[in-house]
Structures are given as structure tokens and as C-alpha cells.
């Protein structure tokens, strides 16, 4: 392991470990939910750090297709965040619930709680962030892959056992700082190396230039619809239930916004550099790394390093907690009357820690995880989720919210499962349509079977 890179990650793993230990607590909502104190600063840099952990997914998406990658993994992002923000974090933030199940059993009742308790822990268990902490070790350390994933996850598991939701959002804080930094001074040495903006756009390959990457209009679209899983992503709602008020809550996912134009900005321009400079055999998911040790001196490689596994633990340590929770908070009290919260979660970090290591060791692409479990959750739990925060005669009927999500799964997992060894879907569709598609008339169903019920109950 080169010196700086050691001394620089020694540095950056003490101070989370000071962190853990300053901010260890047993007090429960302190545990999951800092004491729903949390105040617009925090709230931005544990949201903004959170939502971008899949950065070397970002650098193999923009090696591989370009500029693109602003229309498919930024641009739907935004305008599901602002969506977020203007619809739902004030109620979210108004309501007694902590977690998204909770929301589910107060609108739908304990059937649509317990599959929504089930969807968020799919979607909670970080294996595509497990395996970037991975392949980032692998780079840096001796280690095999799957030993580098174990290592990340152990330290990380460590760090969020200690102190709950006020050691992940203290930590983020400090990565939030850390990931700009770390992009700040890579890109302009990069882009220099490259001649400039202008050349480097020129040199980049045809493709690259395109608002596609050419692979066809459904491709970007589709992401669309997979950054609907915003309206529903439960590190959204675990941070707005946390914020001091609504206001906070609304605000903070306001500017977080800027934030992420402004980092996918960096990273998005760091890829187009790396598929310019590198070699075209490079290995897209680690562009990066590659980029930062052809360009940069060793001590500002070390703090790019340091930038990169921040970035990415960051968002580690949330979903893992999140994970915890999840099963601490609302998947372990189904079956069990007496359960104490903290210990459970303590549980369901080991969990969560080993489901990570197995998805990633079977999965091997960051977007490939994202696509997946994002098809699935998202078609799943958007209409139940959103309904939930409406008015009565726009919500599910009886019975109908627990069946659109097991409905919608469902049909999502069979599209992917049927898709054919040269990536084509049936009927030529992705996945999260169908799954739409089936939840949305569950919807009108349950609905119109509800009204129907309603009726006869006034005329009898």
C-alpha cells in the first residue's frame, strides 16, 4: 500500500472512530432518530452524503455512455427530490411515525406494514455500496475482494453500533466535506492534463457527446421512473422524521439539491476526463481510483482516496443503520411482543452487514443493483407510500395497499427474471412499467370495490 494512502486512511478511520464514541448513546428515539432535533446544517450533509454513495456506479456510467449520465442518473433526481420536498417532507416530518412501515400501518394496517417492512429492508441492505467499499480496498490494500468487503462492512458496522442515527449523521458531515474536497482537486488537474474543456469534449468519442450514449430513449427513461423511488427512499423520510420541524425538513431537501448538481457536475466531468486519459480497457467502475493515481502527486492521490471511501461509506453507513432499524423498529416487534430496540438493531446490523456481502459477491455491478432493486421497491411501495400521505378517498381500499405490494414486487422480480441472456425484457419493457402498471390497477380496483361497499352500507 503506497505510504500517504495508508497515513491518510489511518487518519480518516481514527476520526470515525472518535466520532462513534463521543456521539454513543441508549437512549431509543436519540438512537434512531438523534432525538428528532437535527437542525438544517446536519440535515443537508447526512441527506446530500447519503444519496451519493454509488459514486464509482456515476464513473462506470460515465466512462461507459458519457454525458448521459447527467440525463439518466442526475436530472431524474433532482426533479423527484423537489417533488419530495414540496409534497411530502413537511407531513413526513409532521407525522408520529419513525419509519416508513409505520406510515404504512397507520394509513393500510399491519398486512401493508409488514410488506413494506420486508421492501424497505430489500432496499436498505447496501450491497452495491458494499461492493464499491470492496473493489475501492482491493485497490489500496492486499486484500481479495471479498475479504475488502467483509473489512469495510466490519468498520463500519462498528461505528454504527456505538451510537445510532447521531454517530451516522456526525459522520456524514465529515464526509460531506471530504467527497467535494476529494473531486475539487481532482477534476481540474484532470481536465488540465486533458487540455481543457473544450478539448477534452472534443477528444471524448462520438457516443459520449450524446444525450443517450445511444442506447435508445426507454434506456433513459426508464431512470425516470427508477428515481421515483426517491418519493419512497426511507433515508428521505428516517432524516425528515429526525429534522426539528417541517420547515427544516422541506428546506434542507431544498438545498440539497444544489449540492448534488454541483457534485454530479465534478463527477460527471471526472468520468468524461478518465475516458479520455485512461486506456479504453480500463475497468469503468474504477475509473476513478485509476484517474486519480495517473494524475495527482501521492499526497493529494492519498486525499482523493480518503474523498472516494468517504463518499462511498457515507452511504454505507446509513443504509446498514437503516437496515438495523428496519428490523429493530418494525420487522422483529411483528413477531415478538416483547423486544427491546437497540439490542435488536444491534441484530439487525449483523444482518444487514452479511446480506450485503452475499448480494454484492453475487450482483458484481453497482448499476446492475440499482436497476434491480430499485425496479422492485420502487413499482412496490410508490403508489402505498404516497397514498398514504394523502387524503382518505385518494388512499388504497381495504385490503388493496397490502396487494399492490406484493402484486407489484412480484411482477417486477418475474420481469427481471425472465429478462434474456442479451439484456431484453418481455414485451420489450422494463421492468418497474409492468409493476406500475399492476399496482396502479390494484389501485382502481380497491377503490372502486371500496366506493361500491360504501354504497350499499347507505342504501341498506
Known amino acids: 500500500m503506497d505510504a500517504y494512502v495508508a497515513v491518510a486512511l489511518a487518519l480518516y478511520a481514527a476520526a470515525l472512530v472518535g466520532l462513534a464514541w463521543r456521539t454513543r448513546t441508549r437512549e431509543a428515539l436519540e438512537y434512531l432518530a438523534a432525538g428528532r432535533r437535527l437542525t438544517l446544517g446536519p440535515f443537508v450533509a447526512t441527506l446530500v452524503a447519503t444519496w451519493y454513495g454509488g459514486v464509482l456506479g456515476?464513473?462506470?456510467?460515465?466512462f461507459r455512455y458519457g454525458i448521459s449520465n447527467w440525463l439518466a442518473l442526475g436530472v431524474p433526481y433532482y426533479l423527484a427530490a423537489l417533488v419530495f420536498a414540496w409534497v411530502l417532507a413537511a407531513r413526513v416530518r409532521e407525522s408520529a411515525a419513525l419509519?416508513?412501515?409505520?406510515?404504512?400501518?397507520?394509513?393500510?394496517?399491519?398486512?401493508?406494514?409488514?410488506?413494506?417492512?420486508?421492501?424497505?429492508?430489500?432496499?436498505?441492505?447496501?450491497?452495491?455500496?458494499?461492493?464499491?467499499?470492496?473493489?475501492?480496498?482491493?485497490?489500496?490494500?492486499?486484500?481479495?475482494?471479498?475479504?475488502?468487503?467483509?473489512?469495510?462492512?466490519?468498520?463500519?458496522?462498528?461505528?454504527?453500533?456505538?451510537?445510532?442515527?447521531?454517530?451516522?449523521?456526525?459522520?456524514?458531515?465529515?464526509?460531506f466535506a471530504l467527497m467535494f474536497l476529494a473531486f475539487g482537486v481532482l477534476l481540474p488537474v484532470a481536465v488540465g492534463r486533458a487540455g481543457g474543456f473544450g478539448t477534452l469534449w472534443q477528444a471524448l468519442p462520438a457516443t459520449h457527446r450524446t444525450w443517450d450514449g445511444e442506447l435508445g430513449t426507454q434506456a433513459i427513461l426508464v431512470w425516470y421512473f427508477i428515481a421515483l423511488q426517491t418519493l419512497v427512499e426511507p433515508t428521505f423520510y428516517q432524516r425528515c422524521y429526525a429534522a426539528r420541524t417541517p420547515a427544516v425538513a422541506r428546506r434542507g431537501v431544498l438545498v440539497s439539491v444544489l449540492f448534488w448538481v454541483a457534485f454530479d457536475f465534478l463527477t460527471t466531468f471526472t468520468g468524461l476526463a478518465a475516458r479520455v486519459l485512461l486506456p479504453p480497457d480500463t475497468s469503468p467502475t474504477l475509473a476513478y481510483p485509476a484517474l486519480g493515481r495517473l494524475v495527482l502527486p501521492p499526497a493529494a492521490n492519498a486525499l482523493f482516496v480518503v474523498g472516494l471511501v468517504a463518499t462511498v461509506m457515507s452511504t454505507l453507513h446509513s443504509y446498514l443503520f437503516l437496515a438495523a432499524a428496519t428490523v429493530g423498529h418494525d420487522v422483529l416487534p411483528e413477531l415478538a411482543r416483547r423486544t427491546e430496540e437497540r439490542r435488536w438493531t444491534l441484530v439487525g446490523l449483523a444482518f444487514a452487514g452479511a446480506a450485503a456481502t452475499a448480494l454484492a459477491l453475487a450482483l458484481r455491478s453497482v448499476v446492475a443493483i440499482w436497476h434491480d432493486v430499485g425496479s422492485i421497491v420502487t413499482a412496490a411501495l410508490l403508489l402505498p407510500v404516497a397514498s398514504a400521505q394523502a387524503r382518505p378517498r385518494w388512499r388504497f381500499g381495504r385490503g388493496g395497499a397490502a396487494t399492490a405490494l406484493a402484486l407489484a414486487a412480484v411482477t417486477a422480480t418475474a420481469w427481471i427474471l425472465l429478462r434474456s441472456p442479451q439484456g431484453t425484457y418481455p414485451l420489450g419493457l422494463e421492468p418497474i412499467f409492468p409493476a406500475l402498471a399492476v399496482s396502479a390497477a390494484t389501485w382502481l380496483i380497491s377503490r372502486s370495490l371500496s366506493e361500491n361497499q360504501s354504497h350499499r352500507n347507505i342504501t341498506s
Not at 456515476?58 to 460515465?62: A, C, P, Q
Not at 453500533?161 to 458531515?173: E, I, K, L, W
Open 58 to 62: 456515476v464513473g462506470e456510467y460515465s
Open 99 to 175: 419509519s416508513i412501515p409505520e406510515q404504512l400501518r397507520a394509513a393500510y394496517g399491519p398486512a401493508a406494514a409488514r410488506l413494506g417492512a420486508v421492501l424497505v429492508l430489500l432496499l436498505a441492505i447496501p450491497a452495491a455500496y458494499a461492493l464499491m467499499m470492496g473493489d475501492l480496498l482491493r485497490i489500496y490494500t492486499p486484500l481479495p475482494l471479498g475479504w475488502a468487503i467483509v473489512a469495510g462492512l466490519a468498520f463500519t458496522l462498528a461505528c454504527a453500533a456505538a451510537g445510532g442515527f447521531r454517530t451516522v449523521v456526525s459522520s456524514n458531515v465529515l464526509q
